[in-house]
């Protein structure tokens, strides 16, 4: 099967490592990986700031970059679920409308991609630790990802996955309002951490290294010992 | 920045580090939280509900002109007078030519948010008329000279403590008094005012067209009574309440009850279509309905915005937000809080003034999420910073800083530019706003794009 990477804009400049392991998984399951080197982002920083007509130009470039019909798989569900449910509405009643839809239906987060298109729920990984998962509010309420990762979580040797209360609140990322409003940016990250604390687990995993930034940024300042880690990252350990 | 923007930010910094805030808004909200779901079993598909309430509302605004004047066709009919206000002002004014002709005293007011946007109590206050807030949390808002924390609990940030100590202070009370004995003492106080009251002041949850009639929702009583006993009754109300038919609120009383505080209905549902009738033993001499439009029109002119008008203040998105449980009501500053308020208030008054609360969001979609008739809250707020950059509300920083992130992303070559050190010195010591209360970031010697190339090569 064939499939492009979408390495989001912060993915590509902080944290390529995560890239390469979904690469490294994607491939162990039998895809043929490709990445078209010209892509940048999707526009999504833009848009969210109410600058829509900046946002729309890079949009265009974006949907230029993605043509075709191989599958894009991102291991980011705020960017997938961006593309997905916001292009619609910026290309509304344009002649790229079906480009859009097109795009919009061949676009997978990395986990949903595993889960429900190559019907993958075991990689084979292995992580001897106790953790607990973020959901994050572009997987659960933009693109609708419950389960998917939990059931690749589970089924990885070695780790043992504990939930947290208030597990669907926000960790109050958010894009620039976490440096906009960082007092309530910062509160509600420190719940979020009390409330991964309390489980005793040792990593926080998500399908979203925005939200990772965010917890583990204000985690490390404050001296906690839990860590953050994406979920490719997890499922390519061990092997 | 705006002055509203700034005080928001003081405030909200305050509270957001507020633990003891924190717990008592976390304690109420989390009662909330339970007992919605056990509402939400009355229905038999709640989301089906919802969208058939969405449904009614669209076709009730869309038509509105009609819907209104429907109603003061009907209402008329049985002796009910309508007065149409544009603006805060010419509501004051009408209802001050009411008391003076009157010759009003004291006023008894059940819970109402649009008296709290025109500032009704205030501007009686300054013309010697005193206005008794009946509502049990509105009287202790009241008491305490504070405005609503939340449009459906008022004193929701308040423990019991807390308002058996304000009563001790306020009234002369044991400082030990449980919630029920409380409760009896605002109970004694309030039944006077309803005897000395003139005039009755409430809002309405609805506009009936169809019979010409409001409806009440409450669950003290103390609604009906501000409407029946006083001999005027003055019903105050925003133009977008319009629902079209009494056979609407078969959907519209169980779904505000559940999503307001998780009842089926709530003890109290009153409609009123008039003043007292010939024949009839009890009621007001006197029915008058003000539709009050204040900025409201703004919304409707706005095919994006104008869905913000379905909503029946039933404060889910408030308790489903966690910006608002983390700042609390207070913080905004409007009447509405939360994000139905941040949704609304830059368009009943200043965009300009009011159009952060619009970015004070984390966008985690929530309030969409929950919201009795689907308004899509969190794509709105979305829409609002949108207008707000073509009105040319952001600064100059800001513009420029797009300019460039477009260039960038508009070419490869920039985002490959420039090493590990320059960048993480940009972010981390520039822009500081991460770094104050975050450890810093720490970026990658070669962007993945540049290894992915350099992979390729060997």
Same mark, same amino acid.
């Given at each position: 099967m064939n499939v492009q990477l979408f390495i989001p804009c912060f993915v590509d400049q902080l944290y390529p490592q995560t890239a390469f392991n979904m690469v490294k998984v994607l491939r162990k399951l039998?895809?043929?990986?490709?990445?078209?080197?010209?892509?940048?982002?999707?526009?999504?920083?833009?848009?969210?700031?109410?600058?829509?007509?900046?946002?729309?130009?890079?949009?265009?470039?974006?949907?230029?970059?993605?043509s075709g019909t191989d599958y894009i798989v991102a291991p980011s569900a705020s960017c997938t679920g961006f593309v997905r449910n916001y292009y619609t509405k910026l290309f509304d009643n344009s002649s790229v409308h079906n480009d859009v839809k097109n795009l919009g239906n061949r676009l997978y987060e990395f986990s949903e991609f595993l889960v429900k298109v190559l019907g993958v729920e075991d990689v084979g990984a292995t992580f001897s630790a106790k953790a607990t998962y973020h959901d994050s509010c572009a997987g659960l309420r933009e693109c609708k990802i419950k389960q998917e990762p939990r059931k690749l979580l589970k089924n990885v040797k070695g780790l043992e996955l504990v939930e947290m209360n208030d597990v669907e609140?926000?960790?109050g990322f958010g894009g620039t309002f976490a440096v906009k409003f960082e007092p309530i940016s910062v509160a509600m990250a420190d719940q979020k951490i009390t409330n991964a604390v309390a489980?005793?687990?040792?990593?926080?995993?998500?399908?979203?290294?925005?939200?990772?930034?965010?917890?583990?940024?204000?985690?490390?300042?404050?001296?906690?010992?839990i860590k953050t880690i994406h979920l490719a990252d997890v499922l390519a350990s061990g092997w | 920045m705006s002055e509203h923007a700034s005080s928001f930010i003081a405030k909200s910094t305050i509270k957001a580090a507020d633990l003891d805030h924190r717990r008592k808004i976390n304690f109420n909200i989390g009662k909330y939280n339970s007992v919605v779901p056990v509402g939400k079993q009355q229905f038999s598909d709640v989301n089906t509900a919802r969208e058939r309430a969405k449904n009614v509302k669209w076709r009730a605004i869309e038509?509105?002109?009609?819907?209104?004047?429907?109603?003061?066709?009907?209402?008329?009919?049985?002796?009910?007078?309508?007065i149409w206000a544009e603006n805060t002002q010419q509501a004051l004014d009408e209802i001050y030519q009411i008391c003076v002709a009157k010759n009003c005293k004291t006023i008894v007011k059940s819970k109402s948010m649009v008296t709290e946007e025109i500032k009704l109590n205030e501007f009686l206050h300054e013309k010697n008329i005193e206005s008794v807030e009946t509502d049990l949390g509105e009287y202790i808002q009241q008491l305490d000279g504070e405005t609503p924390y939340h449009i459906v609990t008022p004193a929701m940030h308040k423990s019991k403590e807390d308002v058996a100590k304000l009563f001790a202070e306020k009234l002369g009370t044991d400082p030990k008094l449980t919630p029920e004995e409380l409760t009896l003492v605002a109970r004694a106080k309030l039944r006077e005012k309803y005897v000395q009251a003139e005039i009755g002041v409430t809002g309405a949850n609805f506009i009936i067209s169809d019979i010409g009639g409001i409806a009440i929702t409450e669950n003290e009583g103390n609604?009906?009574?501000?409407?029946?006993?006083? *001999? +005027?009754?003055?019903?105050?109300?925003? /133009?977008?309440?319009?629902?079209?038919?009494? @056979?609407?609120?078969?959907?519209?009383w169980p779904l505000l009850a559940t999503f307001g505080t998780g009842q089926k209905v709530t003890s109290y549902n009153t409609i009123v279509s008039g003043p007292r009738q010939e024949g009839e033993t009890d009621g007001p001499e006197e029915m008058y309905v003000i539709l009050l439009d204040n900025g409201r029109t703004n919304l409707l002119a706005n095919p *994006? +915005?104008?869905?913000?008008?379905?909503? /029946?203040?039933?404060?889910?998105?408030?308790? @489903?937000?966690?910006v608002y449980k983390n700042i609390g009501g207070h913080s905004y500053e409007t009447t509405y809080s939360g994000p139905i308020g941040s949704v609304i208030t830059p368009h009943l008054k200043e965009m300009n003034e009011w159009k952060h609360l619009s970015y004070a969001s984390s966008l985690c979609g929530n309030c969409t999420e929950v919201c009795a008739v689907k308004i899509n809250l969190h794509e709105l707020l979305l829409e609002n910073r949108y207008e707000s950059v073509e009105e040319g509300d952001a600064s100059w920083g800001e513009r420029v800083a797009w300019k460039m992130w477009k260039q960038a992303s508009l070419h490869r070559s920039m985002m490959n530019m420039g090493n590990k050190k320059m960048k993480n010195w940009m972010v981390?010591?520039?822009?500081?706003?991460?770094?104050?209360?975050?450890?810093?970031?720490?970026?990658?010697?070669?962007?993945?794009?540049?290894?992915?190339?350099?992979?390729?090569?060997?």
């Amino acid at each position: 099967m064939n499939v492009q990477l979408f390495i989001p804009c912060f993915v590509d400049q902080l944290y390529p490592q995560t890239a390469f392991n979904m690469v490294k998984v994607l491939r162990k399951l039998g895809c043929e990986v490709s990445y078209n080197d010209n892509q940048t982002c999707c526009g999504q920083p833009a848009f969210n700031a109410g600058f829509q007509h900046e946002a729309k130009e890079v949009c265009s470039k974006f949907l230029k970059d993605f043509s075709g019909t191989d599958y894009i798989v991102a291991p980011s569900a705020s960017c997938t679920g961006f593309v997905r449910n916001y292009y619609t509405k910026l290309f509304d009643n344009s002649s790229v409308h079906n480009d859009v839809k097109n795009l919009g239906n061949r676009l997978y987060e990395f986990s949903e991609f595993l889960v429900k298109v190559l019907g993958v729920e075991d990689v084979g990984a292995t992580f001897s630790a106790k953790a607990t998962y973020h959901d994050s509010c572009a997987g659960l309420r933009e693109c609708k990802i419950k389960q998917e990762p939990r059931k690749l979580l589970k089924n990885v040797k070695g780790l043992e996955l504990v939930e947290m209360n208030d597990v669907e609140t926000c960790c109050g990322f958010g894009g620039t309002f976490a440096v906009k409003f960082e007092p309530i940016s910062v509160a509600m990250a420190d719940q979020k951490i009390t409330n991964a604390v309390a489980t005793e687990a040792e990593y926080i995993i998500s399908t979203d290294l925005s939200c990772l930034m965010h917890i583990g940024g204000r985690s490390n300042f404050k001296g906690n010992k839990i860590k953050t880690i994406h979920l490719a990252d997890v499922l390519a350990s061990g092997w | 920045m705006s002055e509203h923007a700034s005080s928001f930010i003081a405030k909200s910094t305050i509270k957001a580090a507020d633990l003891d805030h924190r717990r008592k808004i976390n304690f109420n909200i989390g009662k909330y939280n339970s007992v919605v779901p056990v509402g939400k079993q009355q229905f038999s598909d709640v989301n089906t509900a919802r969208e058939r309430a969405k449904n009614v509302k669209w076709r009730a605004i869309e038509t509105l002109d009609q819907q209104l004047e429907e109603f003061e066709a009907n209402l008329t009919k049985r002796g009910g007078k309508v007065i149409w206000a544009e603006n805060t002002q010419q509501a004051l004014d009408e209802i001050y030519q009411i008391c003076v002709a009157k010759n009003c005293k004291t006023i008894v007011k059940s819970k109402s948010m649009v008296t709290e946007e025109i500032k009704l109590n205030e501007f009686l206050h300054e013309k010697n008329i005193e206005s008794v807030e009946t509502d049990l949390g509105e009287y202790i808002q009241q008491l305490d000279g504070e405005t609503p924390y939340h449009i459906v609990t008022p004193a929701m940030h308040k423990s019991k403590e807390d308002v058996a100590k304000l009563f001790a202070e306020k009234l002369g009370t044991d400082p030990k008094l449980t919630p029920e004995e409380l409760t009896l003492v605002a109970r004694a106080k309030l039944r006077e005012k309803y005897v000395q009251a003139e005039i009755g002041v409430t809002g309405a949850n609805f506009i009936i067209s169809d019979i010409g009639g409001i409806a009440i929702t409450e669950n003290e009583g103390n609604g009906r009574l501000s409407c029946g006993w006083p *001999k +005027t009754h003055i019903v105050i109300v925003g /133009i977008e309440k319009v629902i079209p038919s009494m @056979a609407d609120l078969g959907l519209f009383w169980p779904l505000l009850a559940t999503f307001g505080t998780g009842q089926k209905v709530t003890s109290y549902n009153t409609i009123v279509s008039g003043p007292r009738q010939e024949g009839e033993t009890d009621g007001p001499e006197e029915m008058y309905v003000i539709l009050l439009d204040n900025g409201r029109t703004n919304l409707l002119a706005n095919p *994006k +915005t104008r869905e913000s008008l379905y909503c /029946i203040r039933c404060g889910a998105c408030l308790n @489903a937000c966690p910006v608002y449980k983390n700042i609390g009501g207070h913080s905004y500053e409007t009447t509405y809080s939360g994000p139905i308020g941040s949704v609304i208030t830059p368009h009943l008054k200043e965009m300009n003034e009011w159009k952060h609360l619009s970015y004070a969001s984390s966008l985690c979609g929530n309030c969409t999420e929950v919201c009795a008739v689907k308004i899509n809250l969190h794509e709105l707020l979305l829409e609002n910073r949108y207008e707000s950059v073509e009105e040319g509300d952001a600064s100059w920083g800001e513009r420029v800083a797009w300019k460039m992130w477009k260039q960038a992303s508009l070419h490869r070559s920039m985002m490959n530019m420039g090493n590990k050190k320059m960048k993480n010195w940009m972010v981390n010591k520039v822009f500081k706003g991460w770094t104050t209360e975050r450890a810093d970031l720490d970026f990658s010697s070669k962007t993945f794009n540049e290894l992915w190339k350099q992979n390729k090569a060997i």
